[in-house]
């Protein structure tokens, strides 16, 4: 197989075989749906296709958002040669042979667009073997990458490249595009004369969550379905039957992984009990490891509630124990349970400052040895050179407590947890309050 074959042109025969997501791919910016803050009129990336700007590039989005659409439309225009390949098959041996090929097609005035689907597969190695082509003008990168290439794109590249993001589509612009697959006689399902409600197309879209590649398979899926049963409409549950799953966009190890984990502990945070069930259901339905959301949310209990509820750590704990104990999907309630009873319960992050502060003490202060009335003494000749010397025992005073300093002089009458007034750290502020009056007294 020859990954670097040329693209079929559009009336052979293959054209009619490959899927309807790639027969209607846009072929000009007037076609593409889409992405109006990069390609409408006068936008960044509109205005470097039609100046001919030769600037490598990286295109960062969700999948089905049209980037490797758009690279196609810009050799179209540029009329440059266009080799694509993925970062999952290719090596450096063929990336060396790509090299080579368009070194020797330069020397003849023609351009060539290097397309690199998936490029953060691609190790540090691999992406160095291009820096030296793209500086020198033999190629023009495209990159493709689901992953910020903040974190998996070589430094040295990356700032040989503008950096595009493109969003997921809207079900609006979903619908667009399934309508003109839908009537499209050459490239489409035109032939087929299918009737589609603008409801039921709007069915697909929202399943597909902003991927016009799955929206479109989806639509190919049902159109055949509705042939087969000898009908010309795609009714709703032709539809359903098509789209089996919602497509959820989840990476277990990449952005959106962060992304959401983020959103569920922020919703939490905020007291918002639906948000936090609407990002807990994301990832569990998209299979996150729920032992990996029940870390996080013990995590959320003692940053984010502390001593305000002391039982929410109990609770979390125990729905920890409870999704070990009987699985999925059974065990998702009890996630559900603990991420409402967080969202609801009063906050503090007394505890969590207090930490950051001590660790901050720990770490810029000199370790001073402890106090030596705070140790022990076992033997005569520790206590012989002070241990224990003028140690209080706060069981003989009355008011139970000693007014004895147990910090290092440095650190003497410093006050980390301040507790707040929400929850039971109401009760421990006035307790406090008083434990401080008992030591002046």
């Known amino acids: 197989m020859n990954l670097f074959a040329p693209i079929p042109p559009e009336d052979s025969a293959a054209e009619r075989a490959r899927p309807l997501a790639d027969r209607m791919r846009p072929r000009t910016l007037d076609e593409f749906v889409g992405q109006e803050q990069l390609v409408g009129p006068g936008k960044p990336l509109r205005v470097q296709i039609e100046r001919d700007d030769p600037t490598s590039m990286i295109f960062w989005g969700p999948p089905g958002t049209g980037k490797t659409t758009l690279a196609k439309i810009i050799a179209r225009m540029t009329k440059a040669d266009f080799i694509e390949f993925s970062a999952v098959l290719a090596g450096i041996k063929e990336i060396k ?18 397309f690199v689907d998936e490029i953060h597969r691609f190790n540090k190695a691999q992406q160095d073997a291009f820096l030296p082509h793209v500086e020198k003008g033999s190629i023009r990168l495209i990159g493709a990458t689901t992953e910020n290439p903040s974190f998996e794109i070589n430094g040295a590249l990356l700032s040989r490249c503008r950096v595009y993001v493109l969003k997921p589509l809207t079900e609006e612009e979903i619908v667009v595009l399934l309508r003109r697959a839908l009537t499209d006689i050459e490239r489409g399902l035109g032939a087929m004369h ?3 409600s603008d409801d039921a197309l709007r069915k697909i879209a929202a399943y597909s969550s902003g991927d016009a590649r799955s929206a479109n398979n ?3 899926v049902a159109a055949a379905l509705a042939q087969q049963a000898g009908s010309k409409a795609l009714s709703s549950d032709t539809i359903q039957e098509a789209v089996q799953k919602r497509v959820l966009l989840y990476d277990k190890s ?14 939490v945070r905020n007291s918002d009990p639906d948000a ?14 729920p032992l990996y959301i029940a870390r996080r949310v013990v995590r959320m209990a003692v940053e984010d509630i502390g001593l305000a509820e002391p039982t929410a750590l109990a609770l979390c704990m125990a729905a920890r124990d409870a999704v070990d104990f009987i699985g999925m999907p059974e065990g998702n309630l009890a996630l559900a349970q603990a991420v409402v009873y967080l969202s609801i319960a009063p906050k503090s992050n007394a505890l969590y400052t207090a930490y950051g502060a001590v660790q901050q003490d720990v770490e810029q202060t000199a370790a001073e040895p402890v106090p030596l009335h705070l140790r022990n003494a076992p033997t005569n000749l520790m206590k012989d050179i ?10 003989d005073s009355e008011a139970k407590v000693a007014d004895m300093q147990c910090l ?13 007034n929400e929850g039971v750290e109401k009760r421990i502020r006035e307790r406090l309050e008083e434990i401080k009056k008992r030591k002046k007294a």
């Open 97 to 114: 042979q790509v090299m080579s090929d368009a070194d020797r097609a330069r020397q003849y005035g023609t351009r060539t667009i290097v």
């Open 254 to 267: 990449g952005e959106e992984h962060y992304n959401i984990i983020s959103a569920l502990h922020k919703s």
């Open 194 to 196: 299918l009737e589609a």
């Open 218 to 220: 989806v639509l190919e």
């Open 386 to 395: 002070g241990y224990g010397k003028g140690y209080q025992y706060a069981h």
């Open 276 to 289: 936090a069930l609407y990002w807990l259901a994301r990832m569990l339905e998209a299979g996150e490891d």
């Open 408 to 420: 290092p002089g440095s650190l003497r009458d410093r006050v980390y947890y301040r507790p707040t």
